[in-house]
Nanobody, 123 residues
């Protein structure tokens, strides 16, 4: 079992570069693949990025590729999402999640979820 807590969201101007953090509890963090998802009002939760247990592999949604970077620090039990060149359409609640699978992209493939952090991008 792992508990996840996201932070770093808020109101950001278009073009901004905030970094989200997701702190995990428990000693088994390094065994999990981690992912970021987002959910805008009235829309389904969508995949953003995933990273393997050791950080050696990453995968991104086309909508964020080249703008967002996922990384992790297993010594700190934390996964990050660096977001650059933000657009108003990036506005959503951002969730981190943990999975036993390698680079999963579907909601049902993740076993544990954080409570989410709101990111609002103003134009």
């Amino acid at each position: 079992q792992v508990q996840l807590v996201e932070s770093g969201g808020g109101l950001v101007q278009a073009g901004g570069s905030p970094r989200l953090s997701c702190a995990a509890s428990g000693r088994t963090f390094s065994r999990y693949g981690m992912g970021w998802f987002r959910q805008a009002p009235g829309k389904e939760r969508e995949f953003v990025a995933a990273i393997s247990w050791n950080g050696g592999s990453t995968f991104y949604a086309d909508s964020v590729k080249g703008r967002f970077t996922i990384s992790r620090d297993n010594a700190k039990n934390t996964v990050y999402l660096q977001m650059n060149s933000l657009k108003p359409e990036d506005t959503a609640v951002y969730y981190c999640a943990a999975s036993w699978l390698l680079l999963p992209t579907r909601v049902y493939e993740y076993a544990f979820w954080g409570q989410g952090t709101q990111v609002t991008v103003s134009s």
